[in-house]
């Protein structure tokens, strides 16, 4: 355990809620930070900072809308469709470009104000739509170029980077909080708790996941 004070990234779903318990496990304090950056499923922030309260962590909110503005995508944008599959030869319209590069940096400029050094973001490779901000070469590179920027030893953990959604559901479960990630976060596109709308490609990610690994605990 880390006798360090860590920050997560934190937005209240699957993966962030995960990561936020895994955290209160390894570091000796956590706080947590999130963004409202003109994504339509915003309700996640306040049920991030719901889960945050109860777990007795400091939370608080960045308003990053600017980011909805830069780009064209269908999580900011009401009058587009979302993408129901992946498609070939390109990212689904729900990949926010640079959404992970503006998160994590005014998430490091913020720990830095604060003594913190440690940073936690629940991305990951095995993520079935592949962003490239969510690749571990670009979490190791942006890690390099955020200490070379504030000349300071930041450590991004990435405790999910490896492990796929099944797996995610037994690192929860492992850590007490299946139950809470399953009926209290918000992970779907379509910002409705729980496990949602049912078709988006977060909650059918989601699913898939739950259901391969109960499939695994009760087989």
């Not at 050094?117 to 590179?141: E, M, N, W």
């Amino acid at each position: 355990m880390y006798n360090e004070t860590a920050l997560v990234v934190f937005s209240g779903g699957q993966d962030s809620t995960t990561c936020l318990f895994w955290a209160k496990h390894q570091f000796k304090k956590v706080v947590a930070l999130s963004f409202l950056y003109g994504q339509k499923h915003q309700k996640e922030v306040e049920i991030a900072r719901a889960i945050a309260r109860n777990a007795e962590v400091p939370f608080e909110v960045m308003d990053v809308s600017f980011i909805g503005r830069l780009t064209h995508n269908s999580l900011t944008d009401t009058s587009m469709e979302m993408d129901s599959v992946k498609p070939d030869n390109s990212y689904p319209n729900t990949f926010v470009p640079g959404r992970n590069l503006f998160f994590l940096s005014i998430a490091a400029v913020y720990a830095r104000e604060r003594g913190i050094r440690h940073l936690v973001t629940g991305v990951s490779q095995t993520d079935f739509s592949g962003y490239p901000d969510c690749r571990d070469a670009f979490i190791k590179s942006l890690n390099v170029t955020l200490n070379l920027a504030m000349d300071e030893q930041f450590v991004i953990h990435t405790p999910l980077m490896w492990i796929d959604k099944a797996e995610t559901w037994a690192l929860a479960d492992q850590l007490g909080v299946l139950d809470l990630v399953r009926h209290e976060t918000l992970t779907c596109y379509n910002g409705i708790p729980g496990d949602g709308c049912g078709h988006c490609p977060a909650c059918r990610l989601r699913r898939e996941g739950l259901e391969k690994y109960l499939g695994r605990t009760d087989s």
